[in-house]
């Protein structure tokens, strides 16, 4: 749901575990907050802050489009299960 978020251009916010599979950092639009208040005071900054709430969401589209490319991942299952059909086939 957060590189959904990111792709549609959404500012994130999320705890660190959330965000870990992402591989997205602060650089890259999302806003970490290790507790409830942390988190309220994240969300509330880009309630507040217009100009940071465009630019995160913009940094987090950016990500995703340089980071999640379906047509790029697609290739590389295809790679590895051409491969592995080829090392079974020939075991």
Known sequence: KILEAMAMGLPV???????????ATPADG??????????????VTLLKEHALQRQ?????????????QWDIHNARLEALLRETV?????A
């Open 86 to 90: 080829t090392a079974h086939a020939t």
């Open 13 to 23: 916010v999320g705890t660190p575990a959330a965000l870990q599979g992402t591989w």
């Open 56 to 68: 995160c969401a913009l940094q987090a589209r950016r990500y995703v489009q340089e980071h999640h």
């Open 30 to 43: 999302v806003r970490m907050a290790e507790s409830p208040s942390a988190f309220t005071h994240e969300l």
